[in-house]
């Protein structure tokens, strides 16, 4: 192994699982190796400042994430301009980019992926100047987030008992304008995606043509709510109705809604916005995955 300080970042309430099983794991398996072991809890407050300076501190050389997608995408924002290599041992309660890189259920297979050699070079959007790994959204979707977390009940039912009210009280379908490299498109949606890859956490294939290395990102448009076609993102195929979904493939954009919309990146409620500026990073994120992906 070319490393020898490792600095793990554990989020203790993601997914509201415990995580002693994953931190003596890990642990266990650099001792082995005479490799440093650094832990980092988050707190919700100031954790990518005290990130950076543990890294600083302790000379980490690789860096590995156990969280949900929010936690993932605060690690590589403070480890983008770091060189530095991101190892995920996913423990959220959708956790989004980790199935779209295959990741395996157990935890020994998570931590050779994690502490292994075999990497992507991921590209890194960056949405009104926030970074986005795996996927946002403008409307139905962002207001499911919202609401879940302002309701009590967490993980994955807690967002199945929002889902109801939330489209009882949606104002969809929004008008978007779309301007990319391309041209300029109007639509009308009730959700619209910037994807970097393929899959949302449910494992629903909603861009089926979408590479995370590619140096391009989808804008996937909503055109409605289709019960058909939603099964068919879950069952992994692939020939959407472009009634349904309108993808338009981009290297950078701007979108335009006339009213305010809800806004989420890679899991994160955003707030109401009325424009996003798109763009992809000139730095990629190196992340350690599995030999097959
Ligand atoms: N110690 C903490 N206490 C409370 N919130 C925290 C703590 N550490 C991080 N957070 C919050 O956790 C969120 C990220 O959670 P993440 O997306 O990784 O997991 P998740 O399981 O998907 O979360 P959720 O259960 O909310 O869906 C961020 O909003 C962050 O502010």
Redesign the pocket.
């Known amino acids: 192994m070319n490393f020898k300080e490792v600095l793990l970042v554990v989020?203790?309430?993601?997914?509201?699982t415990d995580k002693k099983k994953i931190i003596s794991g890990i642990q266990e398996y650099l001792e082995k190796s005479k490799i440093n072991f650094h832990l980092y809890?988050?707190?919700?407050e100031n954790?990518r400042e005290n990130i950076k300076a543990r890294i600083q501190d302790h000379e980490i050389d690789r860096v590995l994430v156990a969280?949900?997608?929010?936690?993932i995408n605060l690690v590589a924002d403070a480890i983008k301009d770091l060189n530095l290599t991101l190892g995920i041992l996913p423990a959220?309660?959708?956790n989004g980019l980790a199935k779209n890189f295959n990741i395996p259920e157990e935890l020994d297979m998570q931590i050779n992926a994690a502490l292994g050699s075999n990497f992507i070079d991921l590209d890194v959007l960056c949405l009104n100047n926030i970074i986005c790994l795996h996927l946002s959204d403008l409307g139905i979707n962002a207001e499911l987030i919202k609401n879940y977390?302002s309701s009590a009940i967490?993980?994955k039912f807690g967002y199945l008992i929002q889902s109801i009210p939330t489209l009882m009280q949606s104002e969809y379908p929004f008008d978007f304008t779309i301007e990319t490299e391309k041209g300029k498109t109007n639509a009308q949606a009730v959700l619209l995606g910037i994807a970097n890859a393929k899959k949302y956490g449910t494992g629903a294939n909603v861009n089926p043509q979408g590479v995370p290395n590619d140096g391009v990102f989808e804008i996937l448009i909503f055109k409605k709510l289709s019960l058909g076609e939603i099964l068919k993102t879950l069952r992994n195929e692939t020939d959407l109705d472009p009634d349904f979904v309108e993808t338009i493939p981009a290297k950078q954009a701007k979108v335009f809604s006339k009213k305010p919309v809800a806004f989420q990146i890679d899991?994160?409620y955003i707030g109401k916005v009325t424009e996003i500026d798109i763009k992809i990073l000139p730095e990629k994120l190196r992340i350690a995955i599995p030999e097959s992906i």
């Open positions: 989020n203790p309430i993601a997914g509201h809890s988050t707190t919700g954790d969280g949900g997608d929010g936690t959220g309660s959708a977390d967490r993980g899991g994160e």
